[in-house]
């Protein structure tokens, strides 16, 4: 497995990759409507533009994107990691930690400004501990703007330094 940078003709892969979690892992709590507006959210073409402003990386197995995340800069010293999401057939092989720990040294290395990284989670009864497992530590709940929906969200935090 290897992570590198994204690149547009891995949007649909990632679109996959992300409905896929959201049918199969969180299909029973969010409902048809839920999956639907969270899988119509962000079209392959919504990735690639996306892509020009944050920061994504694509792990690969055998060419194949196996998952992905993404980093959007907030300000000078801080960012947000947007999305992280590993195939389903691929969970519990340590790619979202090594996808996370790239991310991670990049910013250590290209933008050593930024000490404050965040996340927003709406799934916390399923992802906190793993974030928790990589350092995040929670600074509240709050409700975030997502899908044209207010949600309820945890937001956690760690120091990059
Ligand atoms: C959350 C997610 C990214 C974790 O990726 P992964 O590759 O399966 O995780 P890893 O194999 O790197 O796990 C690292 C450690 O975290 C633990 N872990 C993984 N998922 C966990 C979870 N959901 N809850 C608690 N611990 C978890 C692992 O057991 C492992 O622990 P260990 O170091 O003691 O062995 C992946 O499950 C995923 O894509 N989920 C669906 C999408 C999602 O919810 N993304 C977040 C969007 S808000």
Known sequence: MTVRSFEPSDAE???????EAFIRKYG????AEGVAALV??????????MSETMR???AEEGGVPVGFCTIRF???TAAE????YVRLDRHGR?????????GEDWLRRHRPEVNDFVLDTVHPDYNQGFYEKMGFEVRGRRRIDRHDARLPAVHMGKSLR
Request: aromatic letters at 16%; hydrophobic letters at 45%; glycine letters at 4%.
């Open 13 to 19: 892969a990632c679109f996959r990759i992300r409905s």
């Open 74 to 76: 907030l300000d000078e």
């Open 40 to 49: 119509n959210s962000y079209m392959p073409s919504d990735f690639v533009r």
């Open 28 to 31: 029973d709590r969010l409902g």
């Open 94 to 102: 340590r790619i979202g930690t090594d996808l996370l720990r790239h």
């Open 56 to 58: 994504w990386f694509v």
């Open 81 to 84: 990691l947007l999305f992280l």
